[in-house]
């Protein structure tokens, strides 16, 4: 029990590196950065793999409990100062821990997370080595690993919170990690306002559920929850929590309307996207909202509202991944898209099988942005599709790696993304087949894009603009390419860990996760269904792998001759169409209409700042227009009161008289006028008077 | 010439005032004030010349007034040099008290006390 | 000619004064001699300051112009009168120009009522100590005007200081001075101003005022002596013109005849000085021990003693012309002082005649006494050091003041019984 | 007693020092010379003294007038800055008026010194029948015995006045007491 019982070093070893680089960073050798942060990931893997190796043992002995180890109470005491009344009106008091929980769901996140970020760690040695900053950007990224596994080790919401809140901080350090541009620190801003309306969000629904259930801890609200189940079933306080809590993860994971700072967050270096932006950061939403499952399945309408937020998601940054160009936006939009099929099966109830996403997508996709990173890096920071090509014989590691991770994302069967990909499409095809629809054309253009991509990357002639550039075009070292690789065998065997049933495998991922969702799996699965519709899945998985094929044919037809000046086939088949593409429908314009009031129409502000700045005008013209009036009022009646005081009162009445008896007063000043020789001169004439008048009277 | 050479009182009380009108003048027209101390002092001393001068005529003239006793002028006289020995001090002092302060000697500049 | 002649002899049979007895021929001779005499003091003492200075401070002095340089203070009178007169070109002439005048005047002057004998006076005047005050009080206009129009920092300072010490000491002075004349009545019930009455008060009063109401005449001495120094600006009190401070205060910016005309003065009003003080406490032209070894015979004795004395100096200068290097090169000098010594004791033998004898007696005794006021200075010069000026006000105004008053009260109460007080000494009045 | 000598010569030598000396007083621009005339003035006006038979008025004038208060004028010249009162305008501005009063004094002064009562001036002459031998003794008489001492409270009451302008003096005088 030794990893178990100290569980909580996981998230502190990072934490330790951050602070020493915070700290000391600056006097550090590079060598000795390195060696601390990715060391401290390193040791944290290793206490991650150990820890859930204990637990499966553990769990197994104690009927697949979920192990918690509480340290103390941080927030809240038991005494009882934070009592509260429950919506039943039962009393309860509020409490935070810094608690530890460690059961399937957690444990699948903490070994991709730690895994994924040791690797990522490793890769930015050999990205970051030329880069000013860079100690300050290991710490900023042991400060995310810290943050990550608090949020994912948490036993409560709060201390979730905690983690949450510290991965958008994180976030946002890194995204303006090149704060000299002023796209950078625009990007990091916008990053952060957007999380803190997901962030207003969770902490409403935190509310809801600590009003709900008495206490926030993950055991007790989920004991709750189904224990309470046929009673709290259609509780607006429960559709009300969770839809709050969605919000929350749409904010974090970058749903529909939430969804438009990751796609700028790519201005951050790219093992910050591959790691934070793709594969752990992102998954946060989908963590919690798994997290809060035994609430979901409470409440239909939040439940229908995943789905529907998840599908659109999927299909409308699909959408606009067809006609980007840059290498690292396509990939961006492809993972809003993808965390839109996690949400698709989170919000069918197939819980599992939105993990099982998570899990795979997290190797390719950090596999993608890592392998777009070193073409960058190979370019000289070029990032634009448009000025690459023919790159697969002078980078063949990346290339290989990358042509893995893309066949994965298409959902080439025995690939990771197969696996996982056709789970949700099953699964949404039993819910509604109209959502199966949406998850099908999403796939279709998944595959299209991403061939576009590795065609315009690596297939097609070369359209790099300077021969400087082209004479510098190197694979990257080995600290880069080891990562690259160890990424792509994931991308290739994660997904043999789900391995359906109707293919002959057993679905151990499914099975290691049944605890956490036995009350989505028994209700959503019945197992008596599952022969008759056996025909129908297999005609779904053929018609996956078809759209695959069919997309990555188009996109050979497109792009493989693609010289310079080449024509996009939407732009060619309907130019309104890929301008509205291009311009992503025009979100960001419409946002800065309605939200942020940076576009006016014409000279009238629109939207929420419009009705503000509408509010200041009445105000400032209205209100204080009123308040001035009777302040003008009073004013003039005292200007009148004091020019009769003073000419009136004070001149006829006071000074009148004075001025009489200054007037008067002259002559009399004629002897007092202060100059001694003027005495001395009426003193002398007084004498001759005196004379005068004493000799001849 | 007769009356010229036989000095009388009456040529020391035209001396004195003469130099009288001369200390008037000064006290009246000049600016600085050490020379008005000074025309002060030429003042006393044309008073402390009519009064010797009156002593010694008195000296010579019968009566409980006059006698050889009849010192009483030249008693004045040395009153009045007390005087402008006292006078001298305390105007030299308000002089340099006030110089101190204003920095100037011209008696005009002086007119604080019509306030 | 022969009521001339009745003239100039008509006051040699009177007892009085020149000045008293209205003799306009025997008051210019008088004042010529006064002169003269008063010259030659002046010239006399510069050489023995120098000598005598020299060594104090175990040196020789000067030696060269003339035998052991008697010649000396002639060899730079004349060297200052060839001097070139310079004016400052900022310096207000005028002012500066009189200014020396005004000091010599005044030092001069003062000698009119100084009584060297009981005749050998140029004139006695009914207010003669106030006159001699009052005009001795005069050389300081000349010291404050001389500093002032030299327009020059120094003697600005050193006339400023001048004034100030003056006038501080003549307060105290005049308090000793009026101590003395409230002594004069004693005997006469009313007292005088006279030098020449003063004197014969205390000839009266059979005592020198300096023993009258001991310690009481003593103290009034004292203070007196004390304020002269400082009244003459000499060591220690010689701030106006320290040397060390401000070049040569005062007469910084004279030099050559101008220069020798303060030299002059200050010489003369070191005498005058000393003159009053010889006469208000020391008895003036009195002989000594008067009441000890009266009677004819001592004052056949002491009627020998100015004789006796030219002969002693005439016999110094011998005494040297035999010490003198037996050197070609000084055979003149030799002569020189040999001629001196002879010119000595000539007058010394002039002087056992008894018709001199007895005209000149009163005038031996008194420059003699002055003579020692005289040496009085020199050592003083030589051995005191320098006052600041903080100290000098400290002491005329704290020191010499209070006591001059406490003296001048207690003078007066001892005055109004002067018959017990001299009953508890066991002194009757003769 | 003898007669004086040559009376009317050294009566209009020493008016004629005291009228010009008046006038320097008046008119120099520069204060020490005011002064030194003053002190020529007040010399000859002691001389004056002298030919009256005031000895001790005479002794009086000359040790305080122009040994005491006139070196207080030069000393207190000399401490403050003329330089620049030299330089400015020396007559105020009603010097006219002043002098035209000061004249018609003057008349007065004239008009009644020549007014003649019989052919005769309104004060001839007086007798010298005094000497001045006794001069300072008579005067010490008048002020200071007990008999006949006429004038011994005001002479006490004049210390007491010079007492008071001393302490006024020092407090006016001094920056910080």
């Known amino acids: 029990m030794l990893f178990l019982d100290h569980i909580w070093l996981i998230p502190l070893l990072p934490a330790v590196g951050a602070a020493l680089m915070f700290f000391f960073g600056r006097r550090l050798q590079k060598s000795t950065v390195s060696a601390v942060c990715v060391g401290s990931v390193v040791l944290a893997f290793l206490m991650a793999c150990g820890g859930v190796l204990q637990y499966t043992n553990w769990g197994a002995a104690n009927g697949h409990r979920p192990y918690e180890k509480i340290l103390y109470t941080w927030l809240g005491t038991d005494t009882g100062h934070l009592n509260y009344q429950k919506s039943d009106g039962t009393p309860a008091s509020f409490r935070a821990d810094a608690g530890f929980l460690l059961d399937p769901l957690s444990s699948i996140w903490l070994l991709f997370v730690t895994g994924v970020g040791m690797l990522i760690h490793i890769y930015s040695t050999g990205y970051m080595a030329h880069e000013g900053g860079y100690y300050r950007f290991f710490g900023y990224l042991n400060l995310f690993m810290f943050s990550m596994l608090t949020l994912i080790l948490a036993n409560n919401y709060v201390l979730m919170f905690v983690g949450w809140e510290g991965v958008g901080l994180c976030s946002y350090l890194l995204i303006g990690f090149y704060f000299h541009r002023k796209s950078a620190s625009d990007a990091a801003n916008k990053a952060f306002i957007v999380n803190r309306i997901g962030d207003a969000g969770f902490i409403l629904g935190m509310f809801f559920v600590a009003w709900l259930c008495g206490s926030l801890r993950f055991i007790d609200v989920t004991g709750f929850a189904r224990d309470h189940a046929a009673t709290l079933m259609g509780n607006p306080i429960v559709t009300a929590a969770t839809l709050l809590l969605f919000v929350g993860a749409c904010g974090k994971s970058a749903q529909l309307p939430l969804y438009v700072w990751l796609p700028d967050a790519m201005e951050g270096p790219t093992p910050v996207s591959a790691l934070i932006h793709a594969a752990t950061m992102v998954t946060a939403g989908v963590y919690m909202v798994a997290r809060s499952n035994a609430l979901f399945v409470l409440s239909r309408e939040s439940m229908l509202v995943v789905a529907i937020v998840g599908a659109l998601t999927a299909i409308f940054a699909a959408s606009i991944g067809l006609v980007q160009n840059d290498i690292k936006r396509v990939l961006a939009y492809s993972t809003v898209s993808q965390l839109g099929y996690m949400f698709l099966a989170l919000g069918v109830g197939a819980f599992s099988a939105g993990v099982f996403h998570v899990f795979t997508h997290a190797f390719f996709k950090a596999l993608l942005f890592l392998g777009a990173g070193s073409v960058i890096h190979a370019m000289s920071g070029e990032q634009d599709m448009r000025n690459m090509g023919a790159l697969s014989e002078k980078i063949p590691v990346t290339f290989r790696t990358m042509l893995v991770a893309t066949l994965a994302i298409a959902g080439i069967p025995i690939l990771a993304g197969f696996f996982s990909k056709d789970e949700i499409l099953w699964q949404a095809w039993k819910f509604s087949p109209y959502l199966w629809a949406i998850g099908f054309a999403t796939a279709l253009m998944t595959a299209f894009y991403m061939f576009r991509l590795m065609y315009l990357t690596f297939w097609s002639p070369s359209r790099v603009t300077s021969h400087e550039v082209e004479h510098h075009i190197h694979e990257s070292p080995k600290s880069m390419t080891v990562p690259l690789v160890v990424l792509a065998f994931f991308s290739i065997t994660a997904g043999w860990l789900g391995w359906p049933a109707s293919l002959g495998g057993s679905n151990h991922f499914e099975k290691f996760l049944e605890p956490v969702f036995a009350n989505a799996a028994e209700k959503e699965a019945p197992p008596a269904n599952e022969s008759g519709l056996g025909l129908t899945e297999y005609l779904l998985m053929g018609l996956s792998v078809a759209a695959a094929g069919v997309g990555w044919l188009m996109a050979s037809r497109a792009y493989s001759n693609a010289g310079k000046g080449y024509t996009e086939p939407i732009a060619a088949a309907a130019p309104p169409v890929y301008d509205t593409l291009l311009n992503k429908y025009y979100v960001d314009e419409g946002y800065d209409y309605v939200f942020t009031g940076r576009r006016k129409l014409g000279d009238v502000r629109l939207g929420v700042m419009g009705l503000g700045e509408a509010s200041s005008w009445f105000d400032s013209h209205v209100i204080d227009g009123a308040v001035n009036a009777a302040g003008w009022i009073t004013r003039s009646t005292a200007t009148f009161s004091s020019w009769w005081d003073k000419w009136i009162i004070d001149g006829i009445g006071v000074n009148g008289p004075a001025i009489l008896a200054r007037m008067l007063s002259y002559p009399a000043r004629l002897f007092e006028w202060g100059l001694v020789q003027w005495y001395a001169l009426v003193m002398t004439a007084g004498l001759v008077g005196f004379v005068f008048y004493y000799v001849y009277h | 010439m007769e009356a010229m050479l036989h000095i009388t009182t009456l040529h020391y009380l035209v001396l004195g005032a003469a130099l009288f009108l001369l200390g008037v003048i000064g006290v009246l027209t000049r600016r600085n004030v050490v020379i008005v101390l000074m025309s002060i002092e030429l003042i006393l001393n044309a008073v402390n010349l009519n009064l010797v001068a009156f002593s010694r005529y008195w000296q010579g003239m019968p009566g409980h007034l006059g006698g050889p006793g009849a010192l009483h002028g030249q008693v004045f006289a040395i009153f009045v040099i007390t005087d402008a020995a006292a006078e001298a001090a305390v105007g030299l002092g308000i002089l340099i008290a006030f110089f101190r302060n204003k920095e100037t000697v011209n008696v005009d500049e002086v007119n604080l006390l019509k306030w | ?430 | 007693m003898n007669p004086p000598v040559a009376t009317p010569f050294f009566f209009y030598l020493l008016a004629t020092t005291m009228i010009v000396g008046g006038i320097l007083v008046i008119t120099r621009k520069n204060a020490v010379h005011s002064a030194l005339a003053l002190i020529t003035t007040l010399l000859a006006q002691a001389a004056l003294y002298l030919m009256l038979y005031a000895p001790f008025v005479a002794g009086v004038q000359i040790i305080l007038y122009a040994g005491g208060i006139m070196v207080l004028f030069l000393f207190v010249i000399m401490l403050i800055s003329i330089e620049r009162a030299a330089k400015e305008r020396q007559f105020n501005k009603q010097w006219l008026v002043g002098i035209a009063a000061a004249a018609a004094l003057g008349g007065l002064f004239i008009a009644i010194y020549t007014t003649t009562t019989k052919g005769k001036t309104l004060f001839p002459e007086g007798q010298v029948s005094y000497g001045e031998s006794q001069n300072t003794q008579a005067i010490a008489a008048l002020l200071f015995d007990r008999v006949h001492g006429t004038y011994m409270f005001a002479f006490e009451i004049a210390s007491l006045l010079l007492l008071v302008a001393i302490i006024g003096a020092v407090v006016m005088a001094k920056k910080r007491i």
């Open chain 3, 1 to 430: 000619m022969h009521e001339l002649i009745d003239y100039i002899q008509s006051y040699l049979k009177s007892n009085l004064t020149p000045g008293a007895a209205g003799n306009i021929f025997w008051a210019t001779v008088y004042i010529l001699l006064v002169f003269v005499g008063l010259s030659i003091a002046v010239i006399a003492m510069n050489w023995l300051e120098r000598k005598i200075l020299a060594h104090m401070q175990v040196r020789l002095g000067p030696m060269r112009v003339g035998p052991h340089g008697l010649l000396q203070p002639i060899a730079d009178a004349i060297k200052l009168l060839l001097k070139e007169d310079i004016i400052p070109a900022e310096a207000d002439k005028f002012v500066f120009w009189i200014a020396p005048f005004i000091v010599v005047l005044a030092a001069f002057t003062v000698f009119v009522v100084v009584p060297f004998g009981p005749t050998h006076a140029i004139t006695d005047m009914n207010i003669g100590i106030l006159f001699m005050l009052g005009v001795s009080s005069l050389s300081v206009l000349g010291i404050v005007t001389a500093g002032w129009a030299s327009n020059s920092h120094y003697p600005l300072i050193g006339a400023l200081r001048s004034s100030a010490q003056m006038v501080s000491y003549e307060v105290a002075m005049g308090l000793a001075v009026v101590s003395v004349i409230m002594m004069t009545s004693l005997q006469t019930g009313t007292g005088t101003l006279s030098m020449i009455g003063i004197v014969q008060a205390q000839q009266t009063s059979g005592e020198w005022f300096i023993f009258k109401f001991f310690p009481l005449g003593l103290i009034g001495f004292f203070i007196f002596a004390i304020a002269m120094v400082a009244e003459t600006n000499r060591a220690p009190f010689d701030l106006p013109e320290a040397e060390s401070e401000l070049t040569a205060g005062f007469h910084t910016e004279y030099s050559g005849f101008r220069w020798s005309l303060f030299f002059l003065a200050e010489y003369s009003a070191m005498i005058a000085v000393s003159s009053i003080a010889v006469t208000l406490w020391l008895g003036g032209w009195l002989r000594p021990f008067p009441n000890l070894l009266h009677g004819s015979t001592w004052d056949l004795v002491f009627s020998l003693v100015p004789g006796l004395t030219f002969l002693f100096f005439a016999a110094i200068c011998f005494f040297n012309v035999v010490r003198m290097p037996k050197h070609p090169l000084f055979k003149i000098q030799t002569m020189g002082l040999a001629g001196f010594g002879a010119v000595l004791g000539l007058i010394g033998l002039v002087m056992f005649v008894p018709g001199v004898r007895d005209r000149v007696g009163d005038i031996f005794w008194f420059a003699a006494k002055v003579a020692g006021f005289m040496y009085l200075y020199i050592w003083y010069r030589g051995t005191f050091p320098r006052y600041r000026f903080d100290q000098l006000m400290k002491m005329g105004w704290k020191v010499l003041l209070p006591m001059g008053l406490a003296l001048l009260i207690l003078t007066a109460v001892v005055a109004m019984r002067a018959d017990l007080w001299d009953q508890l000494r066991g002194v009757g009045h003769p």
